[in-house]
């Protein structure tokens, strides 16, 4: 119920300027967002690698309406590329297809993806494209195959567990050797496209990521990214690649910034690779109402904050 309202609010303007308009929400949303400047991303991110955290950087943003805004929000990430390869900082970047102008037309949106491809390529930097909601799924994965096809080797993408779909969609890109983060899904879906059951989703991202460590094994390049917060997921991998024989080298976990970091930091100690999400921007409206949509101890939060405020 509340998981429900949290996402509908992520597109309500009227909302999102009260909301953004808030100063103890702007306080509360740092919790989950480095910043708003390239410089306070490249400050988190060198303290994470500093740890012996991987990271990806994610400049915040989506649905963009004119194809100016999308030319922008491609600049913007060779001016993140740059800044990533001038500061020596170790990072990839995760990046929204609607942020570059996948509303507006596959072609606008494929010529801004190809330049930031192109510019990570050229810095030795992967880019991970984000997986959106239902409107977009197919899109996505038709551009990141191109994307791969026309020579980027530099590319994946993002697999959600509650989609019905995505257990045909990992075997294809396993052979089509493309990179997969395996995730829950974090959007507002109707029940002929998801799993609408808790139980259902955990069940389908243990089995999709076994499939994903299954194929490592035999293919290190595929290097699967299993991203959750939930023990029992980190869980139910860990078991399957111990004793399956999946070397630890051949997949990473990921979370997001500022969630979990006791499980990240232990993770980490055990001698597993760990990359932390790290967002930054003035766009963070949206990203954080999917925060508080998934923890409600994260809404008392911001409701308490609100009332000390
Ligand atoms: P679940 O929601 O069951 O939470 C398990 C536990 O984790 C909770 O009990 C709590 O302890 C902790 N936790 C989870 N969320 C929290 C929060 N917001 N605040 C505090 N604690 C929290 N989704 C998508 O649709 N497309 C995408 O491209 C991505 N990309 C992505 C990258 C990375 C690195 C991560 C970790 C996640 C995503 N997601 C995503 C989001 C994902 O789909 C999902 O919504 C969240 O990860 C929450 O699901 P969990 O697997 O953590 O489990």
Redesign the pocket.
């Known amino acids: 119920m509340l998981r429900e309202l949290f996402l509908t609010l992520s597109h309500s303007k009227s909302a999102r300027s009260f909301i953004t308009g808030v100063t103890v929400a702007r306080r509360v949303s740092s919790r989950f967002v480095a910043g708003i400047t390239i410089a306070d991303e490249i400050k988190a991110m060198r303290e994470l690698n500093r740890r012996g955290m991987k990271v990806t950087a994610d400049h915040l943003g989506e649905n963009v309406s004119t194809e100016a805004d999308a030319t922008r929000a491609a600049d913007d990430y060779i001016q993140l590329l740059d800044a990533i390869a001038s500061d020596g900082v170790s990072s990839h970047v995760s990046l929204k297809l609607t942020q570059f102008g996948l509303d507006l037309g596959n072609g606008v949106c494929f010529a801004n993806l190809r330049r930031v491809l192109d510019r990570a390529k050229a810095i030795g930097t992967f880019v991970r494209v984000?997986?959106?909601s239902t409107d977009y799924t197919e899109r996505t994965l038709t551009l990141v195959r191109a994307a791969k096809d026309t020579g980027c080797d530099n590319v994946g993408t993002?697999i959600?567990s509650y989609l019905y779909r995505s257990e045909a969609d990992i075997a294809a890109l396993i052979e089509d050797g493309i990179r997969v983060?395996l995730?829950?899904?974090?959007?507002k879906e109707p029940p002929d496209k998801a799993f609408p059951n808790?139980k259902n989703v955990d069940a389908n991202f243990v089995k999709l990521s076994h499939m994903l460590l299954a194929a490592a094994k035999q293919k290190p390049d595929l290097y699967p990214a299993i991203?959750?917060?939930?023990e029992k997921?980190v869980a139910a991998a860990r078991e399957y690649a111990s004793s399956n024989g999946v070397p630890r080298s051949n997949f990473e976990f990921?979370?997001?910034y500022g969630?979990?970091r006791e499980l990240q930091d232990s993770l980490l100690a055990e001698g597993y690779n760990v990359r932390v999400?790290v967002p930054y921007g003035a766009e963070w409206y949206p990203y954080f109402m999917?925060?508080l949509a998934?923890?409600p101890?994260?809404l008392w939060f911001f409701v308490s904050n609100l009332v000390k405020g």
Do not use: F, P, W
Not at 227 to 230: C, L, R, V
């Open positions: 984000d997986m959106e993002v959600q983060r995730c829950k899904g974090a959007y808790k991203a959750s917060h939930d997921m990921q979370m997001l969630i979990r999400y999917r925060r998934e923890r101890a994260n």
